[in-house]
């Protein structure tokens, strides 16, 4: 599947502009959100992930944080600017993933 944007008329696929599409659509599909506050902060400061999810039978984050329940929160410290992806999967196999990141600025 390709997901296409118009320009002056004309079609491209929007995965050749730089952005990262994913397809997981339909009955079954888990929905949901992923989300940092703030997500921009100094080196040595914190941030909090949290996520809301519903229809999977499981949830996982990367970095090191792993499964984790359908809500939640969790304070995350950063060293470097990262990026966490969320990856939800229902038990028809179908999947929902979600990445945010988090910008890290040197301290003052």
Not at 47 to 69: A, H, P, R, T
């Amino acid at each position: 599947d390709v997901l296409l944007g118009l320009n002056k008329g004309k079609e491209f696929n929007l995965g050749d502009w730089g952005y990262d599409v994913q397809f997981s659509s339909g009955a079954g599909a888990p929905t949901g959100t992923f989300k940092a506050s703030p997500s921009s902060i100094l080196k040595g400061e914190s941030s909090v992930l949290s996520w809301s999810i519903s229809g999977s039978e499981e949830q996982e984050i990367d970095n090191g944080i792993g499964k984790v329940k359908p809500d939640g929160a969790l304070s995350v410290t950063p060293a470097q600017t990262t990026s966490y992806t969320l990856k939800a999967t229902a038990k028809n196999g179908k999947t929902l993933t979600i990445s945010v990141t988090i910008t890290v600025s040197p301290a003052p």
